[in-house]
């Protein structure tokens, strides 16, 4: 099944970096106001030191190193997983999950922290963390992978 999870995770991975691109050489993210994609998507350039989300921030010089090896142990993981798998679903949500953890990688080695842009906001609730693609396609393909566990399970019990 590498054979479908590996080019869903090329895809992604190259549109990550692509809109990371975009952001950091294209578009004018100091003016203000800020770019407005929709009424509740602005685009602001945040450089986050941990993952996913913003989460693990510490500061230290080591946590760049760390959340990378961290992440390529995953990735490996997932891949192995990926060759495994049987289920479409399963694979392509894997794919994505490895796509975006690699985007992220690539930030960390290059810049020490992750490029963020994606700012959702609905009226009251501005609350939610800036993010990238990588990180959207880590969030879906591991809501995925609990989607093809609860099928998974009820193919058994058919």
Do not use: C, Y
Not at 110 to 135: C, E, K, S, T, Y
Request: glycine content about 8%.
């Amino acid at each position: 099944m590498l054979r479908l999870g590996l080019p869903v995770a090329a895809v992604v991975f190259g549109l990550d970096q692509l809109t990371k691109w975009w952001v950091l050489s294209v578009l004018e993210i100091a003016r203000e106001p800020r770019p407005r994609v929709l009424p509740f998507l602005d685009i602001v350039l945040v450089w986050n030191p941990g993952i996913s989300f913003g989460m693990l921030q510490s500061g230290s010089t080591l946590a760049p190193i760390l959340l990378t090896a961290f992440a390529v142990v995953v990735v490996i993981a997932l891949v192995v997983w990926m060759a495994r798998a049987r289920s479409v679903l399963l694979v392509v949500a894997l794919g994505l999950a490895v796509g975006g953890a690699l985007g992220n990688v690539v930030d960390r080695m290059r810049f020490g922290r992750v490029v963020d842009f994606l700012f959702v906001h609905l009226g009251p609730f501005d609350w939610w963390p800036v993010f990238n693609v990588a990180d959207a396609a880590i969030v879906v393909g591991f809501v995925l992978i609990m989607l093809d566990g609860l099928f998974a399970r009820r193919r058994q019990a058919i």
